[in-house]
């Protein structure tokens, strides 16, 4: 009764989720430059109003030719005097807000230019080390504190050289190292900010080089390239859009304003035009990326941004009509203030009831852990969430070329081909793995491509798209900004500064257990999948933004090899299942459900650097955990009870998993139930033969994998 009044309340939400989100669409990105009026406000203040998706931090106004590089950033503080470094915490916010904000060198002071290719690698350095992921010089502060900035934008007002060779070496910086995952992305950008006659006499080489991400052109001051507005004709504009946007297919192209008449002399559009006029005029850009405004001050005075966001929302919802207040005039004038409030007022509701009766359904009843006779444990009603399925695009091969700036930031390398970030004309950054020595015949990838496509669902990395195009395949996946598992739960460095396992607290650590388990839940039938993984591992568990955890690198051998793949002998060279297939019988989801027990206990061990007695660098792990479960639990620190608890909960979890005889493991559908039980008295296993035998927790890994993870 319960499943079905939580599935009713859930398709309720859902739909009025959609209805609401239809409302709310149609906005525009917008890209601001900030600093150059202390009456704008401050920077946190500016990415909290919600309006910007960019702030260009306006501007390193004094650099090249011998002089010392100057941030002018007006009233709002003197970075010569030390006082900028107090922005730290407003780009913080920002970031933490999902606001790009970048550095923005040049503007319109003229006191800058560069004088030979070695100036523009020194600039770069420099930029790097004060404003990026460098080091910086020994005992300089950087300008603006330990802020890491996401990226450079370039507003060269005055024609001059070698600012390709600048974009050159900041893109060879930016992927000399990967930003720390404490800073959220891995990721910087470029940008720039040509004038609208083209090709702009000062940026054209630099941007011919197809390294900017956005291009933001300033339509402004240029009465040959810009909106006409006495006869408000907009053919110039339209023919120096067209020319910008097919010349820069690998950028995303901005719409560059003035948010005010004050703010420039001449290319103003006010924003209901904008909207109804020339919005609808270059949206149909395969590279549109939005608007870019100049500058805060002159929106905050203004008000374009909101208006232009008001102006969006109205063109494109739908008419509704309010027949009860027909015979009311200020029932009409403020119907979308009355269908928002109640609108509101419902999703809350529905928010309410969906949790109470689903929360009742999941936790409303004791859960009860595996004993030792059940081979075949109970299967819950699927916990997981599901993601909407996506719609696969298949690309030409020079379209993944234009996508990975021709393979020029390889990010790994598998036994299947070697895998390179990129970004979708719409900024989207992906990854592109391109399979190699591949034998199966197109219709069998295309097959493989159609199943793997339709899996969707939260901890699981969700396919794009495809490439089929003579001998070359690809598959094109969303990037995960904050690497693998690997990364965070093995590093063998003890120091807080490198090692990342001790970023995860152990209340994410309890969440990316049970995201994964969810995942291979799903990939094991609850979703309709019926894959067997056969490859977990921390590598292949990759997170995002927010450290959610999701499952990469199922399908990929039955996409390179064809039906040889099938066989799951054959995979990864029958390595890791014949291994298992030696020891601990014929390969089935089982295989995962072992895997899965191995890498929650080393995610165990990464985590608490095991230090509580003078043998366990040489029992076998499982063994230790086993005898001294009670011992570990306590030893941790600093945690609540119901942590603690939970952390109790994962290693029995794990026990249970690598029960040597796959009769004796739980399915994954019993694994998530358990981890989601508040039930403190679960069962052990009765302890494995295999457990006995000396090893390290290193050996653990090839028992099941067939290769270390651990040096």
């Not at 599901?386 to 091969?397: C, E, I, P, T």
Request: aromatic fraction near 10%; charged fraction near 20%.
């Amino acid at each position: 009764m319960y499943g079905k009044l939580c599935f009713l309340a859930s398709v309720l939400l859902s739909m009025s989720t959609v209805d609401l989100a239809m409302a709310a669409s149609g906005g525009a990105n917008i890209a601001v430059y900030w600093g150059q009026n202390g009456s704008e406000g401050t920077l946190g203040e500016t990415c909290g109003t919600g309006l910007y998706a960019y702030v260009n931090l306006a501007f390193l106004s004094t650099f090249g030719a011998g002089r010392a590089p100057v941030l002018n950033l007006a009233d709002h503080c003197d970075a010569p005097s030390g006082t900028c470094a107090s922005l730290a915490a407003d780009i913080a916010s920002c970031q933490a807000a999902g606001v790009k904000v970048l550095l923005s060198i040049g503007g319109g002071a003229l006191g800058y230019n560069l004088s030979s290719p070695s100036d523009a690698r020194d600039l770069a350095a420099y930029l790097w080390d004060n404003f990026l992921g460098g080091e910086g010089a020994t005992g300089a502060p950087r300008p603006l504190g330990d802020a890491v900035l996401d990226g450079v934008d370039f507003d060269i007002e005055s024609p001059s050289r070698f600012y390709d060779d600048l974009a050159r070496n900041l893109a060879s910086l930016y992927t000399r190292a990967p930003r720390p995952p404490r800073w959220g992305k891995t990721t910087y950008l470029l940008t720039a900010a040509p004038q609208c006659p083209y090709p702009d006499a000062s940026l054209a080489a630099a941007l011919a080089t197809g390294l900017f991400d956005h291009v933001w052109v300033q339509f402004y001051n240029n009465p040959p390239c810009q909106y006409a507005a006495a006869p408000g004709d907009a053919s110039a504009l339209r023919s120096a859009w067209q020319q910008w946007t097919a010349g820069l297919p690998a950028s995303t192209v901005f719409l560059g304003l003035p948010a005010s008449l004050e703010a420039a002399n001449s290319g103003f559009v006010d924003a209901d035009t904008l909207a109804s006029q020339v919005l609808p005029m270059v949206e149909g850009a395969a590279n549109y990326g939005g608007i870019m405004l100049w500058s805060r001050s002159y929106d905050k005075d203004s008000s374009f941004s909101v208006k232009l966001q008001a102006a969006l929302q109205n063109r494109n919802k739908p008419t509704v009509h309010f027949h009860a207040f027909s015979t009311s005039s200020w029932a009409l004038g403020h119907a979308d203030i009355i269908a928002g409030v109640f609108a509101g007022v419902l999703l809350l509701f529905l928010l309410l009831i969906t949790y109470f009766l689903c929360h009742k359904k999941h936790h409303g009843h004791g859960q009860h852990p595996p004993v030792q006779e059940l081979t075949t444990p109970p299967k819950p009603e699927p916990s997981q969430k599901k993601q909407r399925a996506q719609h696969l695009k298949r690309y030409s091969y020079s379209e993944v070329e234009r996508m990975t700036k021709t393979f020029a930031h390889k990010i790994g390398q598998g036994n299947y081909g070697d895998v390179y970030k990129g970004n979708l004309r719409d900024g989207h950054q992906i990854v592109v793995k391109l399979l190699k020595n591949c034998r199966g015949n197109d219709k069998e990838f295309l097959n493989e491509v159609a199943s793997i496509g339709t899996i969707s669902h939260a901890n699981v990395v969700p396919l794009l798209g495809f490439c089929l195009q003579g001998t070359a395949r690809a598959l094109i996946y969303e990037y995960m900004p904050n690497g693998s598992l690997e990364t965070y739960a093995f590093s063998n460095d003890d120091s807080i500064e490198e090692n990342y396992s001790l970023w995860i607290y152990w209340e994410k650590l309890y969440e990316i257990a049970i995201g994964v388990a969810r995942g291979l839940e799903f990939l094991h039938g609850s979703g309709n999948a019926n894959i067997m993984h056969l490859k977990i591992k921390p590598r292949n568990i990759l997170l995002d933004q927010e450290l959610c955890p999701k499952i990469s690198d199922f399908g990929v051998a039955t996409c390179a090899c064809g039906k040889r793949a099938r066989n799951p002998l054959k995979m990864r060279g029958g390595e890791m299942a014949m291994m298992h297939l030696k020891k601990f019988g014929a390969v089935s989801s089982k295989s995962d459900v072992y895997s899965y027990g191995v890498m929650v206990l080393e995610m165990i061990r990464a985590k608490r650097r095991i230090n509580v007695g003078a043998d366990t660098t040489t029992k076998y792990f499982a063994q230790w955990l086993y005898d001294h479960l009670d011992q570990f639990c306590n030893s941790i620190s600093d945690i609540s009870d119901e942590t603690r608890e939970s952390v109790r909960r994962i290693i029995i979890v794990g026990l249970w998993c690598i029960q040597a005889a796959p009769a004796n493991r739980p399915s994954m559908s019993r694994v998530v139930e358990m981890l989601e039980s508040s039930s403190t008295n679960m069962d052990f296993p009765r302890k494995s033969i295999e457990w006995k035998a000396p090893a390290t927790a290193g050996a653990m890994w090839q028992v099941s994998h067939g290769a270390s993870v651990r040096k």
